[in-house]
Nanobody, 121 residues
């Protein structure tokens, strides 16, 4: 079993900051990419940021310069530091990881349960 558990969501005023954290646990052999997605009310889930095991990062244009993704490979964790938050950042944020559970396993994508981020104007 693999679990991804997010924490750190909440309510913040526009211009404020929040830090999301996600920890992967269970039967894990290797994690390739980790990332954060979000799903605003009534919209589809979208990529926010991702990071490879070699720390190569990718950001959605809408968050560049405001959000920073980081990971700790030894702890199987990924964080998202969000600054200068806007009301349009309001969404459920999901952590994801592309990982293998053992040496002969194919890589699969796993998701956390989501954490709500609400930015008030």
């Amino acid at each position: 079993q693999v679990q991804l558990v997010e924490s750190g969501g909440g309510l913040v005023q526009a211009g404020g900051s929040l830090r999301l954290s996600c920890a992967a646990s269970g039967s894990i052999f290797n994690i390739n990419a980790m990332g954060w997605y979000r799903q605003p009310p009534g919209k589809q889930r979208e990529l926010v940021a991702s990071i490879t095991s070699g720390s190569r990062t990718n950001y959605a244009d809408s968050v560049k310069g405001r959000f920073t993704i980081s990971r700790d490979n030894a702890k199987n964790t990924v964080d998202l530091q969000m600054s200068s938050l806007k009301p349009e950042d309001t969404a459920v944020y999901y952590c994801n990881a592309v990982l293998s559970r053992h040496y002969f396993d194919n890589y699969s994508t796993y998701w956390g349960q989501g954490t709500q981020v609400t930015v008030s104007s």
